[in-house]
């Protein structure tokens, strides 16, 4: 595992104590998991996926990822719906380890309750939550 000193928290984002990201849009957000994350899970063989216009709630698996270690479910970081997949990840999986915060992400929501954003950790705060 890497140093956690090594790893990339970018401030522009939103982080849940799930370890999952979020990047907002206008109305709109893409999410993926974290940079600690993917080094936890090690190689990523597979994601499940969520179709588009699937509906959850913040807090809710809409997917999962599976690694040569384990399986781990995947959680809205707030409430939505999915208005985009992103596809590549069914023939590289990896990209998530490679560039979790670039092309390894994983689904685009469209906000559902704005106010849910004020739940989300900072950079500076996941950077905490993860060294306790």
């Known amino acids: 595992m890497t140093e956690i000193a090594d790893l990339n928290f970018p401030e522009d984002l939103r982080y849940t104590d799930n370890h999952v990201w979020l990047r907002m849009g206008t109305g709109t957000a893409r999410v993926?998991?974290?940079?600690y994350a993917q080094d936890q899970l090690g190689e990523i063989v597979f994601?499940?996926?969520?179709?588009?216009?699937?509906q959850f709630a913040g807090g809710e698996a809409f997917g999962g990822a599976e690694?040569?270690?384990s399986v781990s479910d995947l959680y809205m970081p707030v409430s939505g719906q999915?208005?985009?997949?992103?596809h590549q990840l069914e023939a590289a999986p990896t990209l998530v380890n490679a560039q979790p915060y670039g092309d390894g992400w994983i689904i685009e929501i469209r906000?559902?309750?704005p106010a849910e954003l004020d739940a989300l950790m900072t950079s500076e705060g996941y950077l905490k939550f993860i060294q306790e």
Request: aromatic share 0%; charged share 30%; hydrophobic share 40%.
């Open 82 to 86: 999915v208005i985009n997949v992103n």
């Open 32 to 35: 993926g998991i974290t940079d």
């Open 67 to 69: 690694s040569l270690k």
């Open 47 to 54: 994601i499940d996926l969520p179709e588009v216009e699937d």
């Open 111 to 113: 906000l559902e309750n």
